[in-house]
């Protein structure tokens, strides 16, 4: 039900955009996030966004990410600036729905290596 895309090779500095399509959700969708999971760790939320605007963000991304969304079209992206080796790592969307589920879309992997 959700499509990830944007993810690649980037050298350290650069910048991905990763944009997720929930449009395929059934019911109405409250929080909308990204989580990543490097090798060997666990997987860890990046950032998330209220459908009121409300964002959060992982403190190893303040001032490099931006959430936004567009709820008109249920969708989501992260721009992702400055990139560093330690952001490598398999990203996932994720929507919480106002009746409690959860919703995972693929991982699209984003490495960041000279």
């Known amino acids: 039900q959700l499509q990830a895309s944007g993810g690649g090779l980037v050298q350290p500095g650069g910048s991905l955009r990763l944009s997720c399509d929930a449009s395929?959700?059934?019911?109405?969708?409250?929080?909308m996030n990204w989580y990543r999971q490097a090798p060997g760790k666990q997987r860890e939320l990046v950032a998330g966004i209220s459908r009121g605007g409300v964002r959060t963000f992982v403190d190893s991304v303040l001032g490099r990410f931006t959430i936004s969304r567009d709820n008109a079209q249920n969708t989501v992206a992260l721009q992702m600036n400055s990139l560093k080796p330690e952001d490598t790592a398999v990203y996932y969307c994720?929507?919480?729905?106002?009746?409690?589920?959860?919703?995972w879309g693929k991982g699209t992997l984003v490495t960041v290596s000279s």
């Open positions: 994720n929507v919480e729905t106002y009746n409690g589920n959860h919703y």
């Open positions: 395929g959700t059934m019911f109405s969708i409250d929080i």
